[in-house]
T-cell receptor, first 113, second 111 residues
Framework: NAGVTQTPKFRILKIGQSMTLQCAQD?????MYWYRQDPGMGLKLIYY???????DKGEVPNGYNVSRSTTEDFPLRLELAAPSQTSVYFC????????????FGQGTRLTVV | RKEVEQDPGPFNVPEGATVAFNCTYS??????FFWYRQDCRKEPKLLMS???SGNEDGRFTAQLNRASQYISLLIRDSKLSDSATYLC????????????FGSGTRLQVQP
């Protein structure tokens, strides 16, 4: 019973490098989200999607891009990594209504040096 | 003003104690409310939804006060395993259809 799967679990990037954080869910959820959590802080919404082909910005979208070509996958792209992007990134999904339980992946711990 | 505000704590309580957390939200159009639990370096997981009439799940009781725009979580007979960060979560359900998280309240239950 996979739920939400994120890869990689850990990554160290150099300033200016690019990478894609992968997220996949097998629950046929329409809603998917990317959050970041800085140490001792709450979760901040980066981008979200209400279905395949539809994405929208959250609170802190600068420096990131997303795509949603299928229901299952919602990758997050960092184009030019900066130290301010050092954080833990969580992908989540929820059912049709968007006001039901959100299921989270285990997170990706990213350090930019 | 933050959309969802919580006292960060930490709340240090002995085993068996009763502890309560409050959370305030700024948007009166908010429609859905939840408490999530997050263990250290782990992903958040749903603890319970919060219903208008209040609801209970074992040792946990959640209440909603729409007039004052706050929700609460009461934990009775605290266990060591309750030590975690408790996140207040609100869904406005209009426009941006995503969950808004508070910064969390840290609970440490001591033997």
């Amino acid at each position: 019973n996979a739920g939400v799967t994120q890869t990689p679990k850990f990554r160290i990037l150099k300033i200016g490098q690019s990478m894609t954080l992968q997220c996949a869910q097998d629950m046929n959820h329409n809603y998917m989200y990317w959050y970041r959590q800085d140490p001792g802080m709450g979760l901040k919404l980066i981008y979200y999607s209400v279905g395949a082909g539809i994405t929208d910005k959250g609170e802190v979208p600068n420096g990131y891009n997303v795509s949603r070509s299928t229901t299952e996958d919602f990758p997050l792209r960092l184009e030019l990594a900066a130290p301010s992007q050092t954080s833990v990134y969580f992908c989540a999904s929820s059912g049709r209504q968007g006001n039901t339980e959100a299921f989270f992946g285990q997170g990706t711990r990213l350090t930019v040096v | 003003r933050k959309e969802v505000e919580q006292d960060p704590g930490p709340f240090n309580v002995p085993e068996g104690a009763t502890v309560a957390f409050n959370c305030t939200y700024s948007n009166s159009a908010s429609q859905s409310f939840f408490w999530y639990r997050q263990d250290c370096r782990k992903e958040p997981k749903l603890l319970m939804s919060v219903y208008s009439s209040g609801n209970e799940d074992g040792r946990f009781t959640a209440q909603l006060n729409r007039a004052s725009q706050y929700i609460s979580l009461l934990i009775r007979d605290s266990k060591l395993s309750d030590s975690a960060t408790y996140l207040c979560v609100v869904n406005v359900n209009t426009g941006r259809r995503a969950l808004t998280f508070g910064s969390g309240t840290r609970l440490q239950v001591q033997p």
